[in-house]
């Protein structure tokens, strides 16, 4: 059985910075994009955000709301991806979820994603 297993939220200042991971376990199987929604306090599954999401080639999207603030990188042999969250301001606050998809190319319909983790939670606040 695939599982995403996220890992790395937490508590951080405004300001701060934040790596999480997310690995593929119970199999071999590897998804061609990987990535990130985040789901905002008082929003519900239909308001997932678009965060950050990579493909195995390395082509990227990223939401305008973290452009210039944050960084997706993935490691194919490991089958995890990374996101690198700096400059974290209050407003990124969320559950942050692992998402794949095993389709060619880089979708960013989150229908597309039917593979998720449980969710990390991040909160950024003084």
């Known amino acids: 059985q695939v599982q995403l297993v996220e890992s790395g939220g937490g508590l951080v200042q405004p300001g701060g910075s934040l790596r999480l991971s997310c690995a593929i376990s119970?199999?071999?199987?590897?998804?061609?994009?990987m990535g990130w929604y985040r789901q905002a306090p008082q929003a519900d599954e239909n308001q997932r955000e678009l965060?950050?999401?990579?493909?195995?080639?390395?082509?990227?999207n990223y939401g305008n709301s973290v452009k210039g603030r944050f960084t997706i990188s993935r490691d194919n042999a490991k089958n995890t991806v990374y996101l690198q969250m700096n400059s974290l301001k209050p407003e990124d606050t969320a559950v942050y979820y692992c998402a794949g998809d095993p389709s060619p190319g880089l979708s960013t319909d989150i229908r597309d994603y039917d593979y998720w983790g449980q969710g990390t939670q991040v909160t950024v606040s003084s």
């Open positions: 965060v950050a999401l990579i493909t195995k080639g390395g082509s990227s």
């Open positions: 119970g199999s071999v199987f590897s998804f061609n994009s």
